[in-house]
């Protein structure tokens, strides 16, 4: 290796760049801190929070500390993010290739649908949902159940939770299941390259997957009880569901706002990557004799997965990063409880503020990082 | 030559402090907020985003009410003119940060006065002009009269980033019941949620239900349950460590409630200047010198009368004919069986 001052001098003065104006915004807040009286420090964290949230998958209240407030906040985050990702995803691949189809309606349809959920602030979006749309549900007592046993009201989505006894037994059932489809599908691919036959491995997926369950039900003592949401009085015209599992308004409108929003740019990226593959290669492939089936599966889609993932990924993480407009509708994201109450209890904005400009940027890369291993997987592969 | 150097440094050094003295009087000198607010020419007060009889503008774009009155007046007593005064409209979760960063120089939006806020973050209260306390509206059609009559699974809309969230826990877990907590950033999507029939309550300070009820779709639908559960003195708030700002904002508002007290208004403060009480002529700067000790000229609450009122009058205009609150409760004169009473200003 050979050096040279040429080569080494402009990233020697970013860097120093870099050090001297991170310095000098943090020797300025430390001089203003100093001038108001301000402390700094992470000490809060383990303080009691002594408020409550609304929605939380880990086992909370006001008695729990401040990092467990933060880490409701931050699940909450990851759940609608989850979601929102699974249905935009399906959303927008099912709307990008309706857009190719040669039917006028599902077509123009699709079309529509893009234009007009990619054209409108988000944040009008979420406000409409849950303004407008949830709040022409019915309330609680004037609502009618849906099979028997879902109501959907202005208070929430009231759901049947399961009860499991043995639910250990049926859990180990499907990881069994996972592990022989695994394998099989390692065999079927050792078949055809050996000898050329070709197991319907779709097919046996689908029966394992179910019948080993089933087994633990049959035979494992696994049984499996509903308890439905049941209707409770408050006051003369107060009713609430108790019972059963609820899911709040403000995740629902959440959830709805951002997936139809981001599957609108999902179905464009779906769009550009099947029209991106050449029509000579569609055609090639059915002349060397592969059905239409293998065709998208073994030709169209490698080659259209390679131009739809990038900015597929790009749209993951706008979608986490929007979910932080959750504060607008009340739902206890990570900004609602954490850079919100938390920040106005304690007062520290600094810590506060920062830890949550990571913890996005943490999710953020994290979501990068498995679609960049994505992406590498289904790159071309020079031999 | 040299030799006469430093004597000659410290003889211009000499000149130069007490030249210094003579043209800026101490106070100013000291308080860096009020040497700039002079220099801008207008005072920089952080309100509300809306709350009628507080801090609420109307379509042209004036502010009106108690809250909004402080600042007011500290304009007149600091540039001599009430109006001088920009408006910053805050969230209850960015009102903090505003103010110990800088961007405004007045807290006066309806904010609790507790001990952590007053040691912990930089601010100092005031003074109260507000004393308030929390409490429940519910809808008249659920029969609910009383707190005692909740149940478990009740959900309660509020604000986020307030002492509402907090009191609203303590209660429930004193009652030993179990509620679902919705909390808004605004208070406008607080009080849509509440009307549309999200919650069976919502919960935050009385003045502020009482506010919030006058936006409802029908106002004569709702009620506010008797029982307040917590103290929430609401008062101005200061950045720490400038006293002497501190001191004009505490005096503009001991002033506004001390000419109530001897009965001083914007229509007779004038001739009140001759008037056989001492503690009269003293408010209206007939007599003392009493704003030379923050840096002002002795009419600096003559002007706040004169141009804002006293403190009665600046209820009655906001809070009282605005039907919000009619009765003036505990913020009434400690002369007449409320419990407003200030040091007096001599």
């Known amino acids: ?54 929605f939380s998958l880990i086992e909370y209240d006001g008695s729990h500390s401040y990092f467990r407030a933060y880490l409701v906040g931050l699940l909450n985050t990851i759940l609608v993010s989850v979601i929102g990702i699974i249905i935009a995803t399906i959303l927008g691949v099912i709307i990008g290739v309706a857009r190719l189809s040669p039917n006028y309606l599902i077509n123009k349809f699709a079309a529509y649908y893009v234009e007009f959920f990619r054209n409108i602030p988000l944040l009008l979006q979420i406000f409409f949902w849950y303004f407008a749309a949830l709040r022409a549900l019915p309330l609680p007592q004037d609502a009618d159940a849906i099979f028997g046993v879902f109501f959907l009201t202005i208070k929430g989505l009231y759901v049947p939770s399961f009860i499991w006894e043995n639910f250990n037994i ?163 994201d990570l900004v609602l409880v954490f850079a919100g109450t938390a920040l106005m209890q304690t007062g520290k904005a600094i810590e506060i503020v920062s830890i949550t400009m990571f913890t996005y940027l943490s999710l953020s890369i994290s979501i990068s990082i498995l679609m960049n291993w994505y992406n590498k997987r289904i790159a071309i592969q020079e031999k | 030559m040299f030799k006469y150097l430093k004597q000659l440094t410290s003889l211009v050094a000499m000149v130069a402090v007490l030249f210094t003295f003579t043209t800026e009087s101490m106070a100013a000198k000291k308080s860096k907020t009020l040497k700039n607010t002079q220099k801008k020419g207008f005072v920089r007060c952080g309100v509300s985003q809306g709350l009628p009889g507080f801090s609420n503008a109307d379509a042209a774009g004036n502010w009106t009410g108690v809250d909004v009155d402080v600042c007011r007046a500290v304009a007149a007593a600091v540039l001599g003119d009430a ?79 307030t002492t509402t969230e907090l009191n609203m826990r303590d209660f429930f877990n004193s009652k030993g019941i ?48 008797p029982e307040t559960i917590s103290k929430e003195p609401l008062g101005p708030v200061v950045r720490q460590g400038d006293s002497v700002w501190e001191d004009i904002v505490r005096w503009s508002l001991n002033a506004m409630i001390e000419a109530e007290e001897y009965g001083i208004t914007s229509a007779n403060a004038d001739s009140m200047k001759t008037s056989e009480n001492p503690a009269i002529k003293r408010l209206v700067g007939a007599e003392g010198e009493l704003g030379a000790a923050f840096g002002l000229d002795n009419e600096w609450s003559l002007r706040i009368i004169k141009q804002v009122g006293n403190y009665g009058e600046s209820y009655k205009r906001n809070i009282a004919d605005t039907g919000i609150l009619p009765d ?11 419990i407003l009473y200030v040091p007096p200003a001599r």
């Open chain 2, 83 to 161: 109006n001088k005064v920009k408006f910053t409209p805050l969230s209850a979760k960015e009102r903090f940060t505003a103010l110990t960063s800088g961007e405004i120089d007045i807290l006066s939006r309806n904010t609790t006065w507790t001990l952590s806020r007053d040691a912990d973050i930089g601010l100092t209260f005031v003074g109260v002009n507000f004393y308030d306390g929390q409490g429940f509206m519910v809808r008249k059609s659920s029969g609910i009269t009383s707190v005692n009559q909740f149940k478990n699974g009740i959900s309660a809309c509020t604000n986020i980033g």
């Open chain 2, 178 to 225: 179990s509620y679902e907590p919705v909390a808004f950033e605004k208070a406008d999507e607080v009080v849509a949620a509440y009307d549309s029939g999200r919650c069976d309550t919502y919960t935050t300070d009385k003045s502020g239900l009482a506010a919030q009820r006058t936006k409802m779709s029908n106002p004569d639908e709702h009620i506010v349950l």
């Open chain 1, 1 to 54: 290796m050979n050096f040279k001052l040429k080569d080494l001098g402009p990233q020697l003065i970013t860097v120093i760049a870099v050090v001297l104006i991170f310095g000098f915004f943090t020797y300025n807040a430390q001089i203003n801190m100093e001038e108001r009286g301000i402390e700094f420090g992470y000490g809060f964290l383990s303080q009691e929070s002594s408020f409550d949230v609304q």
């Open chain 2, 328 to 338: 003036r409760g505990p913020n009434q004169l400690w002369t007449k069986g409320g």
């Open chain 1, 170 to 332: 049926f859990f180990y059932s499907i990881v069994a299941a996972i592990i022989a489809i695994i394998v099989i599908r390692i065999h079927a691919k050792k078949l055809q390259e050996t000898q050329g036959k070709q197991l319907p491995v779709f097919l046996i997926s689908i029966g394992l997957i179910f019948i080993l369950p089933l087994f633990s039900f049959l035979i494992g003592g696994v049984s499996l009880s509903f308890e439905i949401p049941q209707l409770k009085q408050l006051a003369a015209t107060s009713f609430v569901y108790d019972g059963g599992l609820s899911l709040p308004p403000e995740l629902i409108a959440l959830t709805l706002s951002l997936s139809l929003y981001t599957a609108t740019f999902i179905a464009e990226c779906v769009r550009a990557g099947i029209q991106g593959v050449g029509k000579g290669q569609k055609e090639a492939a059915a002349s060397i004799g592969l059905n239409p089936n293998q065709v998208l599966k073994l030709v169209i889609m490698p080659q259209a997965l390679r131009i739809i993932i990038p900015p597929t990924t790009n749209q993951y993480l706008n979608l986490t990063k929007n979910s932080s407009l959750a504060a607008a509708i009340a739902y206890p």
